[in-house]
């Protein structure tokens, strides 16, 4: 599963998702592993709220965090797999105005750089969750992985469980990509 989850997130850097008149390129993700991860909402089985990570692939997977801002996942395994991606960031592509005015006037390369901001940028709220990636709602297209040697990877940002597991991954220098955060909470090194 950790080569399958890893080629997942690496192949959605790139790739666009469309909501409304607001498309934006995918620049950082972050791989969750399910079950065998102690950093994923479904590392204890399905609840109300991981449910969506167990199947079908290719749905949105939106959660409130801190209770106050939405972040989307890509579900991407299999039935009963709970493997998801977080979509940490991207470049807007189209509708920039739109994300300028949901944004409040930040600069341009930060419209969608965190995994709030991303989502405020395209408009995706808690209403999209379990919305297929095919529309009306939502629209993922994947493209042409970004290339290997483009491609950067490190630690996952500000997890407590598993914190340096190499799974996000990022187009290097991309300025739209957002910073690395080590959470407080982190201790030492845990294997998967």
């Given at each position: 599963m950790t080569d399958e989850i890893e080629t997942q997130a690496r192949h959605l850097l790139g790739a666009t998702l469309t909501r409304g008149d607001v498309t934006v390129r995918i620049t950082e993700v972050e791989a969750y592993g399910g079950t065998g991860d102690p950093a994923s909402h479904a590392f204890r089985g399905p609840t109300p709220r991981?449910?969506?990570?167990?199947?079908?692939?290719?749905?949105?997977?939106?959660?409130?965090?801190?209770?106050?801002?939405?972040?989307?996942?890509?579900?991407?395994?299999?039935?009963?797999?709970?493997?998801?991606?977080?979509?940490?960031?991207?470049?807007?592509?189209?509708?920039?105005?739109?994300?300028?005015?949901?944004?409040?006037?930040v600069p341009d390369v930060r419209l969608a750089r965190g995994p709030a901001n991303l989502t405020s940028a395209l408009g995706i709220t808690i209403e999209q969750n379990g919305a297929t990636l095919d529309g009306p709602q939502v629209v993922l297209h994947r493209d042409a992985p970004i290339p290997a040697e483009a491609v950067s990877a490190g630690p996952r940002v500000g997890v407590s469980r598993a914190a340096d597991v190499p799974w996000r991954f990022w187009v290097t220098d991309d300025p739209t990509v957002s910073a690395y955060r080590r959470s407080p909470r982190a201790g030492d090194a845990e294997p998967l």
């Amino acid at each position: 599963m950790t080569d399958e989850i890893e080629t997942q997130a690496r192949h959605l850097l790139g790739a666009t998702l469309t909501r409304g008149d607001v498309t934006v390129r995918i620049t950082e993700v972050e791989a969750y592993g399910g079950t065998g991860d102690p950093a994923s909402h479904a590392f204890r089985g399905p609840t109300p709220r991981s449910e969506i990570m167990f199947g079908p692939p290719d749905v949105l997977y939106v959660y409130l965090s801190y209770g106050m801002h939405y972040c989307a996942n890509v579900v991407v395994g299999a039935d009963g797999d709970a493997s998801a991606v977080l979509l940490r960031a991207g470049e807007v592509v189209r509708g920039v105005e739109t994300a300028r005015d949901r944004r409040g006037g930040v600069p341009d390369v930060r419209l969608a750089r965190g995994p709030a901001n991303l989502t405020s940028a395209l408009g995706i709220t808690i209403e999209q969750n379990g919305a297929t990636l095919d529309g009306p709602q939502v629209v993922l297209h994947r493209d042409a992985p970004i290339p290997a040697e483009a491609v950067s990877a490190g630690p996952r940002v500000g997890v407590s469980r598993a914190a340096d597991v190499p799974w996000r991954f990022w187009v290097t220098d991309d300025p739209t990509v957002s910073a690395y955060r080590r959470s407080p909470r982190a201790g030492d090194a845990e294997p998967l």
